[in-house]
T-cell receptor, first 115, second 111 residues
Framework: GAGVSQSPSNKVTEKGKDVELRCDPI?????LYWYRQSLGQGLEFLIY????????KSGLPSDRFSAERTGGSVSTLTIQRTQQEDSAVYLC?????????????FGNGTRLTVT | KNEVEQSPQNLTAQEGEFITINCSYS?????LHWLQQHPGGGIVSLFM???GKKKHGRLIATINIQEKHSSLHITASHPRDSAVYIC?????????????FGKGTHLIIQP
């Protein structure tokens, strides 16, 4: 079956522009996570969705970042007024339940470059 | 916040060698994940464990909850095992706190 799909795979944008990143999780997976991997840095948690519940936004680095998940499936991560420090690979992962008892399935990421 | 430390940061070995990568964390966890990331590639989940030991092919993962320590072993290593291996732990927040990641171990297996 299909894995986690992310689009676009690469995005180059000018500083100050808004960008929208998309994640299609594996069908039936209730948990969806967004992570960020900056050059030379480890993975950083951004936001977590569990089904239709309100998301945990505690990892979002600033109020320029927002995310939504429609119908408990597809998720979009939006970055407004992008800055150069936003350049990173943005990874989406889903799991059947939670990270307590379910392995994560990662997408291939969106490489964002802010010029 | 949990602190996750991996060692070594970089490891170069010859094909066939037995490889050990270590992970320690500072706060009690509900589960520990070992992930693999190939250069330019996505991330693959290798193991998720909360106690004891798991084996999959040439890979073995162990965890000692009391010592807050886990190891990933690779037997009969092969150049295709070259990748970054990442340890990640989940807390007690029902998954809401996501995962806390180590910085990864960059493994190179030379033929």
């Amino acid at each position: 079956g299909a894995g986690v799909s992310q689009s676009p795979s690469n995005k180059v944008t000018e500083k100050g522009k808004d960008v929208e990143l998309r994640c299609d999780p594996i069908s039936g997976h209730t948990a969806l996570y967004w992570y960020r991997q900056s050059l030379g840095q480890g993975l950083e948690f951004l936001i977590y969705f569990q089904g239709n519940s309100a998301p945990d936004k505690s990892g979002l680095p600033s109020d320029r970042f927002s995310a939504e998940r429609t119908g408990g499936s597809v998720s979009t991560l939006t970055i407004q007024r992008t800055q150069q420090e936003d350049s990173a690979v943005y990874l989406c992962a889903s799991s059947p339940n939670t990270v307590y008892n379910s392995p994560l399935h990662f997408g291939n990421g969106t490489r964002l470059t802010v010029t | 916040k949990n602190e996750v430390e991996q060692s070594p940061q970089n490891l170069t070995a010859q094909e066939g060698e037995f490889i050990t990568i270590n992970c320690s964390y500072s706060v009690g966890i509900s589960a520990l994940h070992w992930l693999q990331q190939h250069p330019g590639g996505g991330i693959v989940s290798l193991f998720m464990l909360s106690s004891g030991k798991k084996k999959h092919g040439r890979l073995i993962a162990t965890i000692n909850i009391q010592e807050k320590h886990s190891s990933l072993h690779i037997t009969a290593s092969h150049p295709r095992d070259s990748a970054v291996y990442i340890c990640a732990v989940s807390g007690s927040g029902g998954g809401a706190d996501g995962l806390t990641f180590g910085k990864g171990t960059h493994l190179i297996i030379q033929p």
